[in-house]
Structures are given as structure tokens and as C-alpha cells.
């Protein structure tokens, strides 16, 4: 059976630490893996990566995917109360999408 | 501005009784998708359309039903075979498959 599955489930940590989440799927005929940030209510869109070891970045966050190891890691660097959420990861395959439960990250002051 | 929107925000469900959940994009976008999210169980995708009068079951469609009549409008029914609708529902919209998909902000269903 396809999954996804995220580690840690919840992390706690202090304001200007520096965070990895951790995403391994095992997915048939998988295309390609997504990262989202949800606060509150919706998702909201992060990163999208289909190539092995090219980094995507946006300000304090980083992606990167390894095809041979099937994983992706989620860095955030100097963390601030803001990044506090859940981040889910996807992948998806051929005709559809697999979340994983997401990692819960509070960030304290 | 361009988004999808869901209602109501939250909605009640008396024993046998049908509900649907409304889900509306002005995106111009192919595919739609709807989600459960439960406490620790993440997003599990209940059906999805890729094109207008065509959709499929998803991992957990027993006790929901879709219609997708126009490209713009994908609602979703919890029917009364669905013995434990409450949870919240996430509706969301890409261009195509494989690609970002936008979400709505949820509606979340409680039973009375």
C-alpha cells in the first residue's frame, strides 16, 4: 500500500533554532513530492520537487529530494513564532495525490 | 481576487440526514479535490475530478458522493451511511495532476 509517512510527528523548539522535518514515501509510479504549511485553516502551497538534489528555497526554508533514499527534508533556519504550524507533505503518482499525518512545529519565544 | 471558497464555515448534521458542502473556484482550474482531516490522521482524500463530468473515488469515498457539473463548482454530500462525518473538509484546485494544488479554508461538520 502507498504512504507517506512525516517525522517527527510534533517538535517544540525556541525562537532562532534551526529546524529538519522529514518526509520518506513509498509511492508506485510516483511524480512527484509537495510541501504545505497549514496555520489555521487552509494549506497553503510551499515547495514542489520532481528532481533528486536540486535544493528549492524561499527565505528561511529549504527542500531538497533524494530519489534514491525515497525522502525529502524540510530545513527552516532561524526560526520565529510565525513558522508555528503543521507542515504536510505529498506525493503524488500517477492518478492521484498521498498526504502524510504532517509535522506539528511550535516555535517558542 | 482569484481563490476557492467553501461554505458554510461550519455546518451541522442531525442522524440520517444528508449534507452537502459547497466548493467554488474562480481559478480556471481542471482538477478538484476533497479531503477529511481528522486529528493526527493528516489530509485523506475522500474524490477528485480532473475534468468537468468526470470523477473518482479516493482512499475513503464510502458515505460521500460528488457532483461536477461545471468546471467552477465541486460539491461534496455526506450522506447518512457516513457513520462518523464529523471532521473538517478541505476542498482544493490545481491547473492539472501533479500539479500545486490551492485549498480552500475548510468547512468543519459536527453532528447534533
Known amino acids: 500500500e502507498d504512504k507517506v509517512v512525516q517525522s517527527p510527528l510534533s517538535l517544540v523548539v525556541h525562537e532562532g533554532d534551526t529546524v529538519t522535518l522529514n518526509c520518506s514515501y513509498e509511492v508506485t509510479n510516483f511524480r512527484s513530492l509537495l510541501w504545505y504549511k497549514q496555520e489555521k485553516k487552509a494549506p497553503t502551497f510551499l515547495f514542489m520537487l520532481t528532481s533528486s538534489g536540486i535544493e528549492k528555497k524561499s527565505g528561511r526554508l529549504s527542500s531538497i529530494l533524494d530519489k534514491k533514499e525515497l525522502s525529502s527534508i524540510l530545513n527552516i533556519t532561524a526560526t520565529q513564532t510565525g513558522d508555528s504550524a503543521i507542515y504536510l507533505c505529498a506525493a503524488y503518482r500517477d492518478d492521484k495525490i498521498i498526504f502524510g499525518k504532517g509535522t506539528r512545529l511550535h516555535i517558542l519565544p | ?112
Open chain 2, 1 to 112: 481576487d482569484g481563490g476557492i471558497t467553501q461554505s458554510p464555515k461550519y455546518l451541522f448534521r442531525k442522524e440520517g440526514q444528508n449534507v452537502t458542502l459547497s466548493c467554488e473556484q474562480n481559478l480556471n482550474h481542471d482538477a478538484m479535490y476533497w479531503y477529511r482531516q481528522d486529528p493526527g490522521q493528516g489530509l485523506r482524500l475522500i474524490y477528485y475530478s480532473q475534468i468537468v463530468n468526470d470523477f473518482q473515488k479516493g482512499d475513503i469515498a464510502e458515505g460521500y458522493s460528488v457532483s461536477r457539473e461545471k468546471k467552477e463548482s465541486f460539491p461534496l454530500t455526506v450522506t447518512s451511511a457516513q457513520k462518523n462525518p464529523t471532521a473538517f473538509y478541505l476542498c482544493a484546485s490545481s491547473p492539472g495532476h501533479n500539479q500545486p494544488q490551492h485549498f480552500g479554508d475548510g468547512t468543519r461538520l459536527s453532528i447534533l
